[in-house]
């Protein structure tokens, strides 16, 4: 008998590799975007009070995760009276855009093909659309590093968490209602969860909700990364002493994780809006950040997301297998 939930998860997985998200095709993310950037500026425009921004902040939090989620669920349900295919086909399309496999690699190489053709404006006018550093000035080694960070921290955010979450939802409610939900956490994050004004108080529920869901995502990506460079004890030590200094619970063991592996450093001194800010460094600088570092950086995301797929699939077929049985 085919499932088919865990068939949408194996044809999306493989949909992501071979295409990343059209340009042209109306996104999700963008959806959830435009929401969360209309619901914030219509707060701070009402109100300068701490306690209802905050108030307002949880309640876009809840509204959007759970909303986004449920949504999801009903329109499969109701898909699904009109057609298995057509559910199965929408099924791979939205599980497809909760990862960021292919778009993260395109990414990398938007920036390092100018930076190797040294066209260093190019590469810094690139990498400017998708960190949130000041990118004028940044020397090539400084490019190349925060491409490696981007790189290491968006794995566990865009590729290895959605995926978590989507496998948790074989067992459960569906796989494409929790990526979503948590595909709408990941971006209510990355919005509104900064601190500085005007966004403390919207967004510190996202941003501690986000921290939560991505905590355990993460500590496997880092026992994943480090197993499949044989070094796990050296990987969790590294990272026991230097990631614990960065202010961000996951983002530290994301990027600590492959600076170990990869014999680099990652952190340091970093400019945003003209503010210098000193983040941790994580790892030891045995070796210099070059092209063929990131690559390596992106050939253990590819692995371990089929990794955590291949065990995923295994686990829930033989589950599924004892519930028959019984």
């Not at 219509?42 to 939090?61: D, E, F, P």
């Not at 929408?90 to 395109?106: D, T, Y």
């Not at 990355?190 to 921290?211: C, H, N, T």
């Not at 995502?217 to 044989?230: D, F, K, N, Q, Y």
Request: charge should be neutral; glycine fraction near 8%; aromatic fraction near 8%.
């Amino acid at each position: 008998m085919i499932d088919y939930g865990a068939t949408a998860l194996l044809i999306s997985a493989f949909v992501d590799y071979l295409i990343a998200d059209p340009p042209a095709f109306p996104h999700p993310v963008q959806v959830m975007g435009s929401l969360i950037s209309f619901i914030t500026k219509t707060v701070t425009h009402l109100t300068k009070n701490s306690t209802r921004r905050r108030l307002a902040g949880i309640g876009l939090g809840i509204g959007l995760i759970f909303g986004s989620g449920g949504l999801v669920w009903l329109i499969l349900e109701l898909t699904q009276q009109v057609s298995l295919i057509l559910r199965l086909t929408l099924e791979v399309i939205l599980l497809a855009s909760c990862f960021a496999g292919r778009s993260l690699r395109q990414a990398a190489s938007a920036v390092l093909t100018p930076l190797k053709n040294n066209d260093i404006e190019t590469a810094r006018t690139q990498l400017s659309y998708y960190v949130g550093r000041d990118t004028e000035g940044l020397s090539s080694t400084e490019i190349s590093r925060a491409v490696l960070e981007t790189v290491a921290e968006n794995t566990t955010d865009g590729v290895t968490a959605p995926l978590f979450y989507a496998i948790v939802g074989l067992f459960t409610v569906g796989s494409v209602p929790l990526a979503m939900a948590y595909k709408a956490a990941s971006t209510l994050d990355s919005m509104v969860g900064y601190q500085r004004e005007p966004l403390i108080d919207i967004g510190w529920f996202s941003a501690k909700f986000e921290d939560i869901l991505t905590w355990l995502p993460c500590r496997l990506t880092v026992l994943t990364i480090g197993l499949s460079a044989r070094q796990p004890l050296k990987v969790w030590r590294i990272c026991q002493r230097d990631a614990t200094k960065d202010p961000s619970p996951n983002a530290g063991w994301s990027e600590c994780a492959y600076a170990v592996v990869l014999g680099v450093q990652l952190g340091g001194r970093n400019t945003y809006q003209g503010v210098i800010k000193e983040k941790p460094l994580l790892g030891d600088p045995d070796e210099p950040i070059t092209e063929e570092k990131i690559e390596q950086a992106l050939h253990l995301t590819r692995l371990c997301f089929l990794t955590w797929l291949f065990l995923g699939l295994i686990l829930f077929v033989f589950v599924r297998g004892l519930l028959t049985e019984s």
